[in-house]
């Protein structure tokens, strides 16, 4: 393990702290954050490769050695305050706004809760794990995978919907130059919602979700349900429209229906 001072951009944090945290290998960079109790809010963790990756709905996250940007943020939270749904909907705008620097912006678009994607495909997972602790307070451990040069066979057989910037855009992409666009941006994302509240955010996460309005499938762990997505609600769930009716989910698996 060693500090890492991200040396090819001047960056001025508000609510993240520098200097990061580096781990050649790890088995993962939030079930760290989780065990450790004695990081101040705002530390984060970076790894080149972890040994357990985690995924969201108890899934594994697997990147060959260096070709993922994998690290995981730590907030001491007053959930009475700071509600804790806001998090991952947080993370997605600030990862899809600092990636809108290094890629075409209009390719980006986000999908329900927190996938961001790259001309359709998903380039990035983001898993929110949170602990309360005493009274209000909470720690949260804010995890992000960047599929960065991956080639298009890693993802062909097992994951066709993902994809990695190399294997989109055809160019080859520094972790720690990538690393220092999205903690810029997600730390100004935290400021947001600290000066003013969540609904910046979400007005920001519905401006770049292109499938409201869309047909969608829901798959809610027992059944699929067809109909348009709504909207999103005020505490983050997804409100799907089926004819008169609507109905809202708060943990679910969307596909999005192309029309033919
Ligand atoms: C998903 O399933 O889409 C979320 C994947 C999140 C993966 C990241 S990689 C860094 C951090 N550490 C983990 O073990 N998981 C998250």
């Known amino acids: 393990?060693?500090?890492?001072?991200?040396s090819q951009?001047?960056?001025?944090?508000?609510?993240?702290?520098?200097?990061?945290?580096?781990?050649?290998?790890?088995?993962?960079?939030?079930?760290?954050?989780?065990?450790r109790h004695s990081h101040p809010s705002g530390t984060i963790v970076w790894a080149d490769f972890q040994s357990a990756g985690r995924?969201?709905?108890?899934?594994?996250?697997?990147?060959?050695p260096g070709e993922a940007l994998l690290f995981s943020?730590?907030?001491?939270?007053?959930?009475?305050?700071?509600?804790?749904?806001?998090?991952?909907?947080?993370t997605a705008v600030g990862v899809l706004e600092g990636l809108q620097n290094i890629v075409t912006p209009n390719w980006l678009a986000l999908k329900w809760p927190n996938d961001v994607l790259l001309k359709?495909?998903?380039?990035?997972?983001?898993?929110?794990?949170?602990?309360?602790?005493?009274?209000?307070?909470?720690?949260?451990?804010?995890?992000?995978?960047?599929?960065?040069?991956?080639?298009?066979d890693f993802f062909?057989?097992?994951?066709?919907?993902?994809g990695s910037l190399f294997s989109i855009t055809g160019k080859k992409y520094e972790s720690e130059n990538v690393l220092a666009k999205l903690i810029y941006s997600i730390?100004?994302?935290?400021?947001?919602?600290?000066?003013?509240?969540?609904?910046?955010?979400?007005?920001?996460?519905?401006?770049?979700?292109?499938?409201?309005?869309?047909?969608?499938?829901v798959n809610d762990g027992r059944n699929i349900h067809s109909g348009v997505f709504n909207n999103i609600s005020e505490d983050g769930g997804l409100i799907l429209q089926t004819g008169r009716t609507k109905r809202t989910f708060h943990a679910a698996e969307v596909t999005i229906v192309r029309e033919k």
């Open 187 to 217: 730390d100004q994302n935290l400021v947001v919602l600290n000066d003013s509240g969540t609904d910046p955010i979400l007005e920001k996460w519905r401006k770049y979700c292109p499938y409201i309005g869309q047909k969608i499938k």
């Open 73 to 90: 943020i730590y907030l001491k939270i007053h959930h009475s305050e700071t509600p804790l749904f806001i998090y991952p909907f947080l």
């Open 120 to 152: 359709n495909l998903k380039v990035c997972g983001i898993l929110v794990q949170s602990k309360t602790s005493s009274g209000n307070n909470a720690d949260v451990i804010i995890g992000i995978g960047i599929n960065l040069n991956q080639n298009s």
């Open 9 to 35: 951009l001047p960056i001025s944090t508000g609510v993240l702290k520098l200097p990061i945290i580096h781990f050649e290998e790890i088995d993962s960079t939030n079930a760290y954050l989780l065990s």
């Open 55 to 64: 995924g969201r709905l108890g899934r594994s996250w697997m990147a060959p």
């Open 156 to 162: 062909m057989n097992n994951l066709p919907f993902a």
């Open 1 to 6: 393990m060693s500090t890492f001072r991200l």
